[in-house]
Structure formats: C-alpha cells, structure tokens
C-alpha cells in the first residue's frame, strides 16, 4: 500500500489507475501498489507520501531461500563467502526467507558451523571424495540438481576463479540469467533482486533485474560486500546426496600445483599503501615499497603504474583490479579516476598525497595532503625509521 498525492506535473485534474480514481489537491492513503500505480508514480504523475511494504508471515517462508554457494579450498571456506553470507541474510530478512549454504567438500570438518556462525540457517552439504577440489562439470551437475530441487530465490557466488567459472555454467544450465561483480545487492518493491554493477568503463552504475526467471544469479567480487561478525550460530545441516561418478569428469584434474610467488594479500589487508603515475617511475616506486615495509602494509597501485611494468597486476585497485577494504589506505600520486576509487573506497580511513589539489581523490579522502610526495614521503620514512 502507498500513500499518494497527484503532482503539479501532472496534466490531467484526476488521474483513473485502473478504477481507483485520484484526483489532484487531496492524499490518498492505503492506495494499493498496482501496475498502474507504479507506472503513474514512474511518470512523475503521482507524489509517494509513505510507502509501506507488505509485512506478510512473520514466520520465515520455507523453500524459497538465498542461497550462497560455500567455495572451499583445502577445506578453507573463501573469504567472500562469509561476506556473501551478511549481505544473503540481509536480502533474506527482506524476502521474509531463510539464508541457505551449499557446501561441496569431501568431508563437513566443522565448516557448516561456520557458515551458520556468518548467517546461514541451512547448510546443504554434498559429501564426496570426487568434490574434495573444485572441478567444474561436477560441481555444476551437484548444484544444479540441488537448486532445480530446492528453487532459491537467489544464488549468489564469489566472483573468484571458481565462481567465475561455475556461475555462468550454471546460468545456462538452469536456463537463468546472470550478473557478474555485482558492487551492491538489494530487494524492490516487487520483491526482485536489485543489481548495480558499474558499465560502460565505470562511468555509470547500471541497475539490473532478473524478472523473468529464477533464480536470480550475482556474483559478487571479494572484499566488496562487508563481512558481519560471527555470531553463536544455530541453523540445520541437511545432507544431500548427489549421483556422480567418475563418468562424468569431463576433465580431470591430475596435480595442483600451488604457485610459488609470494601471494599479495589486498582484500585482507589492514593497512595498504598504494602509489600512482606520480611517482614517475619505477624507480620512484621504490618510495612506496620502503613505506610499505615500515608500515608493514600491503603493496597496492593504478592500473596506469601496473601498464607501465612498474608493479605486478596483483597489486591493481580498482574496477578492474581488486577491491580493498583495509583500516588505511594511502593513495601516493594516484588521481583518483573512477575506475580506482570503484575499489578503493570503502576503505576506513582514506589518506592522500597528491600535488594538485583538484584530484578527485580527494573527494574520497579522510586526510588529504596537497604538496609534492618527494619531499612528503621521504620525511614519513624518515619519521618512522626514528
Ligand atoms: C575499463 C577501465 C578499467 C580501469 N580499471 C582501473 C583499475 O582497476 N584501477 C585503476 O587504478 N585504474 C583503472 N583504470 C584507469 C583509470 O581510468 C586511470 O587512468 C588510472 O587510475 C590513473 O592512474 P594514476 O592515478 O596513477 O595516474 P594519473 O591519473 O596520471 O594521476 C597521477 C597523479 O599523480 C599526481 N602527481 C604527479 N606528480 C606528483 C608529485 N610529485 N607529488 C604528488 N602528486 C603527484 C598528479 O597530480 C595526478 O593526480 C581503468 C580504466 C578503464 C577505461
């Protein structure tokens, strides 16, 4: 139900939405959420005084659950999985309906506790010693079944490898559609999932919905969504048996190798300093390095000192980078650009040094230092080496 009055803009004296007629200079009040309603409101013809949305059963529906897929590795739930399991019980809550799991793994081990800890109510755990590791044609064929079987709502993955590999398999396999890197998740008033993603280069927030098919599908990448602090977790382990065989490997996976180069750690990172063009060179960058290792923080960089070789691709922040979300970030001789600030900016305290004082980073920034980082950093380092 909404509480409406007709707008100046409006052409008419009395608008008629489908036999409720409204006329201009009075409220209306329980006037119901109909098509046309909508549609008069959309055109700027109708004024929304309050809005309320249907508080139904105040019992959570069974079935119709947001499901979030439980990526292991090493029997190690991935981080974007407990952020994924917040923002799930979030859009749950909305929908009236119960946060569900699904885990794939060769044995529980206690991580179906945990994912009750972040906010599931339901784990589905299919045990396997041919799902110890991520394999794709099964995988897809164990999820598919479960969700043809339970009809979520909503999925929602981590935009890591394996989801990035899974999701649009799954999409086509459940003829559905899908959004990938999803940066914001929520539920309209018609109870649909409401998914902003950044388009065209990042210079607009596109908003897209998935009205005529189920499930809704994102994925979402780590670091993006806030993870919640675990709670005592209570919630329901249900096994589900899954019909596979080594038939149906398509592909098998004969060795992991596990890479050898230091892993840069950005999404977990609690302080990253991170350096721009403005260092002029690679040399330059060396200041960043130095900082770093007395702050004993991450390495993070533009895309436009990853293009020049200065750095590794690992370190890119941004849209096309990762998304950080440390206690601090310094942002030395960086711009700002959108497409930095798209991965920068939930960082909790924003720091930065840059000589020209209408950098957007700026508008992002806690602090801001306005002068030339040559002579700013080497007085930090000399500071902290004190
Ligand atoms: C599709 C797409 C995706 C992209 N993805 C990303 C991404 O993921 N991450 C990303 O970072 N970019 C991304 N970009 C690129 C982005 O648009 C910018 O080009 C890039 O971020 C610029 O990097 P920068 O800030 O280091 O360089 P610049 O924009 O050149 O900025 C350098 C800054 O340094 C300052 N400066 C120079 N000398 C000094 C000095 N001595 N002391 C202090 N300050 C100084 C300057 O005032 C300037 O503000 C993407 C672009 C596109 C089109």
Redesign the pocket.
Known sequence: MVKVKVSMNCPETQLNLGGIVLMKGNDFEDVPDIPEVRQAIDNGYLEVLKEERKEENKEKKEGDEVLVFAEQRNNKIARVVLELLGKAKELADKLNVKTAAVLLTDKDGGLSNELMKYGADKVYVAENDLLKNYQTDLYTKVIAEHVKETKPQIVLYGATHIGRDLAPRLAQRLNTGLTADCTGLDITEENLLLQTRPAF??NLMAQILCAKKKPQMSTVRPGVMKMEAPSEGKGEVIKITSDISEKDQLVKVLEIIKETKKKVNLEEAEIIVSG???LGNKEGFKLIEELASLLNAEIGA????VDAGWVDKDH??????KTVRPKLYLAV?????I??KA?MQGSELIIA????SS?PIFEVADYGIVD???KVIPELIEELKK
């Open positions: 280069g990042g721009g063009r403005g533009s895309r436009a000192v890119q922040v941004g849209q096309t980078g001789g960086i711009s700002g650009a497409q930095h991965g040094i840059n000589k020209d950098a030339d980082l040559f």
